[in-house]
């Protein structure tokens, strides 16, 4: 390969990491409360995640798991968010499967009672009436 070649070469990488790592900053600022908080970068310098603060990740995070996970900045923020959903369904699942069941059981008890007192009988002992 000779020198111009892999000046050339050169030269096309670096502008791919430029135009990635311009997306990448276009895409942060796009997010809400993320102005101000993307740090400098060299030109032809990816970009460089160890010098986000704590809470330009989170930003990102919140707004962009997929970017996160390619900056290798991922906390398992939506892993919690989905497992704190799932226990919420599950605990309305449980709650209406007993709001059922105490249907169930109200409608039984009255139907006893009603039976009861057509015949005479006490409707809460089902002893007869005297």
């Not at 050339?8 to 997306?23: G, L, N, T, W, Y």
């Not at 991922?74 to 209406?96: H, I, L």
Request: aromatic share 8%.
């Amino acid at each position: 390969m000779s020198l111009e070649e892999r000046l050339f070469k050169s030269f096309d990488d670096q502008q791919k990491v430029e135009h990635e790592a311009r997306e990448i900053e276009t895409l942060i600022k796009s997010f809400e409360g993320s102005s101000g908080l993307l740090p400098k970068r060299q030109y032809g310098q990816p970009v460089d995640p160890s010098q986000f603060g704590l809470t330009l990740k989170s930003i990102i995070e919140r707004n962009h798991k997929e970017l996160a996970a390619h900056l290798k900045i991922s906390t398992g923020y939506w892993e919690r968010q989905a497992k704190e959903q799932e226990q919420y369904d599950q605990m309305v699942q449980t709650m209406q499967e007993k709001t059922e069941a105490l249907k169930q059981k109200n409608f039984e008890d009255r139907s006893r009672r009603e039976w009861r007192m057509t015949r005479g009988l006490d409707p809460t002992t089902g002893n007869p009436l005297i």
